[in-house]
């Protein structure tokens, strides 16, 4: 269904799982025609990802999408280690600085469910059961043949086909693209139940022991999320069953996890009391540690499992598949638009496939360190980690990793750093901020808010900082470098960037204000005024420097890479 009037073949998306729902949406808010396609006739109603981390949060509240997920969610603000009854570590997430310190545990059911009904305010909706059954491709574009439960088939011609269907992926098999990693061998069990325990609610709980790995996750009115791995083998003679896949081997046709299975497996392993009752859904599944080699072919691209799939420690999976959709999703509504080259789209292989094989490994020596039960892994864990978890560098950094915070395009073609006295670099994440308005797009009021209100996810964001304004004489922030704000060159500079990037940039003269709702800005974005920062649609600063020295190098950058025509720069050349 088309999202807008955007005179261009629509893309094709294939899977309307988080990611495919992330993708549509990313195109659709910038008015690109979505078909988003999936051949099951109703939506899995089991729980498979549950973690959203403080990224994915900040993300959607960019996208006006945060108030349900927050009111239906469940916050863990700490995690704790355990190995063989004895707590090696806590990690506590309150030291983030992001308006999300925590893990919010939400059914993955739940989320497709509100992804989906925000996309139908955006004028999308699913077509279920509705198979891609062949496809082919030119160099302008896709010829894909549709096939409907009752048989009818269509053929359409997509602008691009962006392959959300999963890790057994048929686009991906019929590409021929090889899936390269590992299967682990212990059989895992996943179980939804009701447990009465004497922990926090906000704290969830890793087990490590010589048997192996198990986690208790809370999801609120004493739920749980139960993940263990050598699980009690089922009986090979009751009736099969067919459990929840994470990876790509055969499915398990065995019969489920039932309550006394998990009753006794919890006895096992943990030394605190756990009394179970309730179970609401098990499954066994294999694990898989697997991810391709390239994130497009042609005008098709791989996002999510279809993409990658590995262990669920540190639940990663659904949160680095979501944030690829809308790296993926703004870079094709320009290219779709005619207003940036076609190599821009070779930015999203360029940008995503470092972190997905950064989320294996980092995933897969996870899960080996947790459950050895010898050797220098076991040593590492036991006796090493400890030491390391009470240093505060490097339980900020492992903040950091697993809230998604440091996720960076530092290396990406499409950053260009100057330095300036503090502030996040060029392909870091755009933190949020206390801001005062001096003037904005669309005729916006001065007055008080909070950037992320601010940065539209449709649009690129030029944020110009100038020096707070002064109060009885006295700057506001007397330890700010400043300058007198060249009002010609800013006037200049932003007509020729909204000329550059016409209906696609949105300017805001924002400075230094006082009060409660979001850090100070200087505590965001450092104390260099007048300064600037080109946020990309996707919240990653792709440029920023001085406003003066700077601006030059800003046009050129805007030039190069978001216009048709523009060359690229020799220092950030493909």
């Known amino acids: ?119 139908a305010t955006l ?154 009752s309730e179970l609401a859904w098990s499954s066994y599944f294999h694990l898989n540690s697997r991810m391709v080699d390239r994130l497009r072919v042609g005008r098709i691209f791989l996002v999510g499992d279809a993409a990658h799939v590995h262990s669920p420690a540190g639940a990663q999976g659904m949160n680095t598949g979501i944030q690829e959709a809308f790296n993926l999703g703004w870079k094709l509504a320009r290219v779709l638009k005619g207003a940036a080259p076609d190599r821009l789209l070779d930015t999203y292989h360029l940008e995503r496939h470092p972190i997905e094989r950064d989320v294996l490994r980092q995933t897969g ?12 892994l076991k040593l590492l864990r036991e006796r090493v980690m400890p030491v390391l978890a009470a240093l505060g560098p490097l339980r900020d950094a492992a903040r950091q990793t697993i809230s998604e915070l440091s996720i960076q395009y530092r290396h990406s073609p499409l950053t260009q750093e100057r330095v300036l006295d503090g502030g996040p670099r060029a392909g870091e994440r755009a933190p ?22 601010l940065h539209d996810p449709a649009f690129f964001s030029l944020f110009l900082l100038l020096p707070p304004l002064p109060v009885d004489g006295t700057p506001l922030d007397p330890a700010a470098k400043h300058e007198p704000p060249p009002d010609a060159e800013l006037e200049r500079v932003a007509a020729e960037v909204e000329r550059m990037l016409p209906g696609a940039v949105r300017i805001w003269r924002i400075t230094d204000t006082t009060g409660d709702g979001g850090p100070p800005l200087s505590e965001s974005y450092g104390r260099t005024r007048p300064s600037f920062y080109l946020v990309r649609p996707d919240g990653y600063i792709s440029t920023r420097g001085r406003i003066g020295s700077d601006l030059s190098g800003l046009l050129r950058h805007c030039e190069a890479w978001f216009t048709v025509g523009g060359e690229i720069p020799e220092q950030t050349a493909l």
């Open 1 to 119: 269904m088309d999202a807008a009037a955007a005179d261009v073949p629509p893309v094709l998306i294939v899977g309307a799982g988080p990611t495919g729902l992330a993708a549509a949406m990313s195109l659709a808010r910038a008015r690109i025609p979505v078909r988003l396609v999936d051949k099951a006739m109703v939506p899995n109603p089991y729980s498979r990802a549950i973690g959203i981390q403080a990224r994915t949060l900040e993300l959607l509240e960019q996208h006006r999408l945060i108030e349900p997920f927050l009111e239906l969610g469940h916050r863990a603000r700490i995690a704790n280690l355990f190995s063989n009854g004895t707590r090696l570590a806590q990690l506590d997430f309150d030291p983030l600085h992001t308006r999300y310190p925590y893990l919010l545990f939400l059914d993955q059911s739940v989320t497709e469910r509100l992804l989906t009904e925000h996309l």
């Open 123 to 276: 004028g999308v909706t699913i077509e279920r059961g509705v198979e891609l059954t062949m496809f082919t491709q030119g160099s302008a574009s896709i010829q894909a043949t549709l096939r409907r439960a009752d048989g009818h088939t269509e053929t359409m011609r997509p602008s691009y086909l962006i392959a959300a269907d999963g890790a057994h992926s048929a686009i991906r098999h019929r590409l021929g693209l090889s899936f390269t990693g590992k299967t682990f061998e212990q059989t895992f069990l996943l179980a939804d139940l009701h447990a009465e325990t004497d922990w926090p609610d906000d704290e969830f709980h890793i087990f490590a022991s010589g048997e192996g790995l198990m986690a208790l996750f809370p999801m609120g009115h004493g739920r749980h999320r139960l993940i263990a791995d050598h699980a009690i083998e089922p009986a090979a003679a009751e009736p099969p069953a067919t459990p929840v896949v994470l990876g790509e081997p055969p499915l398990i046709q065995v019969p489920p996890p039932s309550l006394a299975q998990c009753k006794a497996l919890i006895a096992r392993r943990v030394r605190q009391r756990v009394d179970v």
């Open 365 to 376: 020596f996870i899960m080996q360190m947790a459950e050895a039960d010898h050797g220098p």
């Open 432 to 453: 949020d901020a206390l801001v005062h308005v001096v003037d904005g797009p669309l005729g916006r009021a001065p007055g008080v808010g909070c950037l992320f209100d």
